[in-house]
């Protein structure tokens, strides 16, 4: 059984950066896909990062330039750093691993506001 637990959403001010880490526990495999997306209120959850074995990543073209997924896979964790950051980038954030089925994190909460 996989498990993902996200960390480090918060409150910033626009402009700003935050670190979004996923820890996954159970049977990870390095060619396992993970990647990020994003809920905002009243909108679809939407792909914002993907990376995949190999270093292959993938990006929402909203955040290009701006946001940039990393996988340690010694430590089964993905980050996503997220600079520059827009109050249209305000949603819960959820980490997915893909192997056969898509496994969930809980989400983390991202509020940027003056």
């Known amino acids: 059984q996989v498990q993902l637990v996200e960390s480090g959403g918060g409150l910033v001010q626009p402009g700003g950066s935050l670190r979004l880490s996923c820890a996954a526990s159970?049977?990870?495999?390095?060619?396992?896909?993970m990647g990020w997306y994003r809920q905002a209120p009243g909108k679809e959850r939407e792909l914002v990062a993907t990376?995949?074995?190999?270093?292959?990543?993938k990006y929402a073209d909203s955040v290009k330039g701006r946001f940039t997924i990393s996988r340690d896979y010694a430590k089964n964790t993905v980050y996503l750093q997220m600079n520059s950051l827009k109050a249209e980038d305000t949603a819960v954030y959820y980490c997915?691993?893909?192997?056969?089925?898509?496994?969930w994190g809980q989400g983390t909460q991202v509020t940027v506001s003056s």
């Open positions: 159970g049977s990870i495999g390095r060619s396992m896909p």
């Open positions: 990376i995949a074995w190999g270093e292959i990543t």
């Open positions: 997915k691993l893909s192997h056969y089925v898509d496994y």
